[in-house]
């Protein structure tokens, strides 16, 4: 990758991480706007890691939990489509705080149990633009627990409970590629307590998961 390659993905990082800003600020209008732009410009042969990043966000954005449930499956097809060899920079993903917190009650965003875990991008090691870049796949395998829970949690939002369950137990069997700190803890405990949700719901007994029956 030449130095101006460099330069160029991560300018798309720090555009990317300002309009988050924005979102964790509560101008959901504007992030939604910037990030549309900058998926505009990616393209869909764009960095498959910028596109992951960005689409993980904008579902963030989304007041609908169908749009929500659209981007998030937009940010599973990027990471599905990282091409070997690939050297995007690294992406953010949610931060520290959003989405699901490690432990009840903490952070702002969705409540517990009912999202992705924590910044996507913390458990790589980095955030945007930021300090030596692992590569590509060792980066999305840390991605999909996070990336299936945030699926799992859309669907239990549009009350199909067994898209659900297929997508928590992926994230599940996912989650070995997680290290053991305090971001993939965080995952894991995510996971747990949308577990939980799923088994104890009125008028189904618990049950169990899709990978049990294997």
Same mark, same amino acid.
């Given at each position: 990758?030449?130095?101006?390659?460099?330069?160029?993905?991560?300018?798309?990082?720090?555009?990317?991480?300002?309009?988050?800003?924005?979102?964790?600020?509560?101008?959901?209008?504007?992030?939604?706007?910037?990030?549309?732009?900058?998926?505009?410009?990616?393209?869909?042969?764009?960095?498959?890691?910028?596109?992951?990043?960005?689409?993980?966000?904008?579902?963030?954005?989304?007041?609908?939990?169908?749009?929500?449930?659209?981007?998030?499956?937009?940010?599973?097809?990027?990471?599905? =489509?990282?091409? &070997? %060899? @690939?050297?995007? $920079?690294?992406?953010? /993903?949610?931060?520290? #705080?959003? !989405? +699901?917190?490690?432990?009840?009650?903490?952070?702002? =965003?969705?409540? &517990? %149990? @009912?999202?992705? $875990?924590?910044?996507? /991008?913390?458990?790589? #090691?980095? !955030? +945007?633009?930021?300090?030596?870049?692992?590569?590509?796949?060792?980066?999305?395998?840390?991605?999909?627990?996070?990336?299936?829970?945030?699926?799992?949690?859309?669907? +239990?939002?549009?009350?199909?409970?067994?898209?659900?369950?297929?997508?928590?137990?992926?994230?599940?069997?996912?989650?070995?590629?997680?290290?053991?700190?305090?971001?993939?803890?965080?995952?894991?405990?995510?996971?747990?307590?949308?577990?939980?949700?799923?088994?104890?719901?009125?008028?189904?007994?618990?049950?169990?998961?899709?990978?049990?029956?294997?």
């Amino acid at each position: 990758m030449t130095e101006q390659q460099e330069a160029s993905e991560d300018a798309v990082m720090t555009r990317i991480g300002q309009a988050v800003i924005l979102l964790h600020a509560g101008d959901r209008e504007e992030a939604r706007n910037r990030l549309g732009e900058i998926w505009a410009e990616i393209g869909a042969e764009g960095d498959s890691l910028h596109r992951c990043t960005l689409a993980h966000y904008m579902a963030d954005a989304q007041d609908d939990p169908a749009d929500e449930l659209a981007w998030d499956l937009r940010a599973l097809t990027a990471a599905d =489509g990282l091409r &070997p %060899g @690939e050297e995007p $920079g690294l992406p953010p /993903g949610r931060r520290p #705080g959003h !989405g +699901v917190s490690p432990t009840p009650g903490e952070g702002p =965003g969705r409540t &517990p %149990g @009912e999202g992705a $875990g924590q910044n996507i /991008g913390e458990g790589a #090691g980095q !955030g +945007v633009g930021q300090g030596a870049r692992p590569g590509p796949q060792q980066a999305v395998r840390v991605f999909y627990p996070s990336l299936h829970l945030s699926l799992a949690a859309d669907y +239990v939002k549009l009350r199909r409970p067994e898209a659900a369950r297929v997508h928590l137990a992926r994230a599940r069997a996912a989650t070995g590629a997680l290290a053991d700190d305090g971001y993939g803890n965080g995952v894991r405990a995510a996971i747990a307590r949308l577990e939980r949700r799923l088994a104890a719901e009125p008028g189904e007994g618990p049950r169990p998961f899709p990978e049990q029956y294997s």
